[in-house]
């Protein structure tokens, strides 16, 4: 399913004015965090959700899990991966579900808050 998340999250991003490359970087980052979510959470429903405002994209997803310890090396390989290809991101968790959030900004823009 983690094809159906690249598909749909780059053919949204190419509505919009991202280049190639921020297309190529958004679908990095659905990768990392879909298999971040499938090594963390509790192997049940992952949730994706896609905004699009006037200078960002924004990558919401989630799942249910007992925990996240945000030390381990998967953790920190899938944080500096986020790093390099997106804007701005977060990885949280909270009530009984690990939360991760990227920003790419638009070629118009610079990310919001």
Do not use: C, Y
Request: hydrophobic letters at 45%.
């Amino acid at each position: 399913m983690v094809r159906v998340g690249r598909l749909t999250a780059s053919s949204l991003a190419s509505l919009t004015d991202m280049s190639i490359d921020d297309i190529d970087d958004i679908k990095i980052a659905i990768s990392e965090m879909v298999t971040l979510l499938i090594q963390s959470g509790n192997r049940t429903t992952i949730t994706l959700r896609f905004e699009i405002t006037d200078d960002s994209f924004i990558v919401d997803a989630s799942t249910p899990a007992s925990g996240l310890e945000l030390g381990r090396n998967d953790v920190a390989l899938a944080t500096a991966v986020l790093d390099a290809v997106s804007d701005d991101h977060q990885i949280a968790f909270h009530d009984d579900r690990i939360l991760i959030r990227i920003v790419k900004a638009s070629a118009s823009g610079s990310p919001q808050e």
